[in-house]
């Protein structure tokens, strides 16, 4: 059975950094992509970072460019999501996802059949 665990978030000024982290198990992570998603209060859940399998490219959300650096470590079968200069408006439940299928990264979130249980990251002084 397939299972993604998040990991890392907390409350944080702003300013500050965390690192999330993806656990995945029941699967290889190998070849296949990440992505990493958010969903504030009251907004729809909004794909930020992806990391594909078979080429490691990556691909970030305006929002997020810059600031947020997604990577991943075949070996523990984890990726990560390095957020740095948090910002308030990054406040949100954050999710890792996947699909056997898929090598290419993407933010669509229909594209994924996995997901994890989300871990929150608050940004308030």
């Known amino acids: 059975q397939v299972q993604l665990v998040e990991s890392g978030g907390g409350l944080v000024q702003p300013g500050g950094s965390l690192r999330l982290s993806c656990a995945v198990s029941?699967?290889?992570?190998?070849?296949?992509?990440i992505g990493w998603f958010r969903q504030a209060p009251g907004k729809a859940r909004e794909g930020i970072a992806c990391?594909?399998?078979?080429?490691?490219?990556?691909y970030y959300d305006d929002s997020v460019k810059v600031r947020f650096t997604i990577s991943r470590d075949n070996a523990k079968n984890t990726v990560y999501l390095q957020m740095n200069s948090l910002k308030p408006e990054d406040t949100a439940l954050y999710y890792c996802?996947?699909?056997?299928?898929?090598?290419?990264?993407?933010?669509?979130?229909?594209?994924?059949?996995?997901w994890g249980q989300g871990t929150q990251v608050t940004v308030s002084s």
């Open positions: 996802a996947l699909d056997p299928t898929r090598t290419i990264a993407t933010t669509d979130e229909d594209e994924y059949r996995y």
């Open positions: 029941g699967f290889t992570l190998g070849y296949y992509a």
């Open positions: 990391i594909g399998g078979s080429d490691g490219n990556t």
